[in-house]
């Protein structure tokens, strides 16, 4: 399954992050920090994201571009 993960630096977040991908799940997390995250998993697509101002659909696309090959 293709999952948009948000969180997934955070405390709880890294910990289901991690059991997602041992489950086998296809994972993109939009995250503060993507390099952060690449440290721990770099397996995974990771981009830039501040939900502060991610308030239209415009903002949300590069999270789906994420998933383009």
Do not use: Q
């Not at 995250?31 to 994201?49: C, G, K, N, Q, S």
Request: hydrophobic residues 50%; aromatic residues 8%; glycine residues 8%.
């Amino acid at each position: 399954m293709r999952i948009l993960f948000l969180g997934a630096n955070g405390f709880i977040g890294s910990r289901v992050l991690a059991r997602l991908l041992a489950d086998g799940h296809e994972v993109c997390a939009a995250v503060r920090d993507p390099e952060r995250l690449a440290l721990r998993f770099p397996e995974i697509a990771a981009v830039h994201a501040d939900l502060n101002r991610m308030i239209g659909p415009e903002d949300w696309r590069p999270c789906s571009a994420a998933w383009m090959p």
